[in-house]
């Protein structure tokens, strides 16, 4: 299957900081959705984005397909920010679709 | 966006019996849906995939007759564990996708199940 890598595993920053997350993936995909996991455990939605970039408030994320790679970008980082963030990618098509995960960033923003 | 309710958010089982959990999707039709398992300090892990009317497909290492997943109507998908362990103890987390665009594009996800065998 599709090897999905996140780095950095773990990122401390002071509020206010901008920091960028990493996802390479090891084959063509047909999606790829960014999350954050809330200390409840519950998975938010941030992007959808198999291709090019989208911004969503302090948020952005861009992938490139072709070098098989997308970042997530957060800009002047609030202490809400903290959690975990996961990059997965789905491939193959009809009942065969799967979504592999990442192993995800722990993210802590300190005040 | 699309919201996915799973149901209970927290549950204690004894060793030996039985736990069902429900996932729907409630403002969408969902073809497909995933059941994935977290460790503590885990990424997600796919269990198996169901298809609305059709036998799920388990992952490699599952054991089907362990985690008995019924998909039978287009926004309810089952998991039971039967003859829960603690070894079964883990945070359960289904995922739900639709048919036709847009709903065919992302995975929406439910609050999860926090399952504890003692």
């Known amino acids: 299957g599709i090897q999905v890598e996140q780095s950095p595993p773990d990122l401390i920053l002071q509020e206010g900081a901008n920091s960028t997350l990493r996802c390479n993936f090891s084959d063509s995909v047909n999606n790829l959705q960014w999350f954050h996991q809330n200390p409840w455990g519950q998975l938010i939605n941030l992007f959808y984005?198999?291709?090019g970039t989208k911004q969503n408030g302090r948020l952005s994320a861009t992938t490139v397909a072709t070098e098989r790679y997308s970042l997530l970008y957060i800009s002047s980082s609030q202490t809400t920010d903290s959690g975990v963030y996961f990059c997965a990618v789905g491939y193959g098509g009809g009942s065969n679709y799967k979504l592999t995960f990442g192993k995800g960033t722990l993210l802590t923003v300190n005040p | 966006g699309a919201v996915v309710s799973q149901h209970p958010s927290r549950v204690i089982c004894k060793s030996g019996t039985s736990v069902k959990i429900e996932c729907r999707s409630l403002?969408?039709?969902?073809?497909?849906m995933f059941w994935y398992r977290q460790f503590p300090k885990q990424s997600l892990m796919l269990m198996a995939t169901?298809?609305?009317?059709?036998?799920?497909?388990?992952e490699q290492g599952v054991e089907k007759d362990k985690f008995l997943i019924n998909h039978a109507s287009l926004t309810l998908s089952t998991l039971t564990v039967t003859s829960a362990h603690p070894e079964d103890s883990s945070f359960y987390i289904c995922?739900?996708?639709?048919?036709?665009?847009?709903?065919?594009?992302?995975?929406?996800f439910g609050q999860g199940t926090r399952l504890t065998v003692v």
């Open positions: 403002d969408f039709q969902a073809t497909t």
């Open positions: 995922s739900a996708r639709g048919a036709g665009w847009p709903m065919n594009t992302e995975a929406f």
């Open positions: 169901s298809n609305e009317g059709s036998k799920a497909t388990y």
């Open positions: 984005i198999p291709s």
